[in-house]
Nanobody, 114 residues
């Protein structure tokens, strides 16, 4: 079992920056990929960025060049979000894959005002 706890969401003006953090606990040695997804009201949950244990990254086209995912040790992942846009407003969920099982955090709200 893995537990994920996010922090760092909030309200920011367009063009601003936020940094999201996620800490994993439990059976962390088995974690492979970690990342972030987001869900806006009335929409499905979409991938934002992922990073494997080997450091390979994947980004959604909409955030390339603005967001950067990073990972520290086996149990922490971060999302640096720059040049934020109103369309980035969503609940952001931390994610990890461990032993073929997906785990999710409780989500943190990011609101970008125009």
């Amino acid at each position: 079992q893995v537990q994920l706890v996010e922090s760092g969401g909030g309200l920011v003006q367009a063009g601003g920056s936020l940094r999201l953090s996620c800490a994993a606990s439990g059976t962390i040695f088995s974690i492979n990929t970690m990342g972030w997804y987001r869900q806006a009201p009335g929409k499905q949950r979409d991938l934002v960025a992922t990073i494997t244990s080997g450091g390979l990254t994947t980004y959604a086209d909409s955030v390339k060049g603005r967001f950067t995912i990073s990972r520290e040790k086996a149990n922490s992942v971060y999302l640096q979000m720059n040049s934020l846009k109103p369309e980035d407003t969503a609940v952001y969920y931390c994610y990890c894959l461990s032993r073929y099982t997906n785990y999710w955090g409780q989500g943190t709200q990011v609101t970008v005002s125009s």
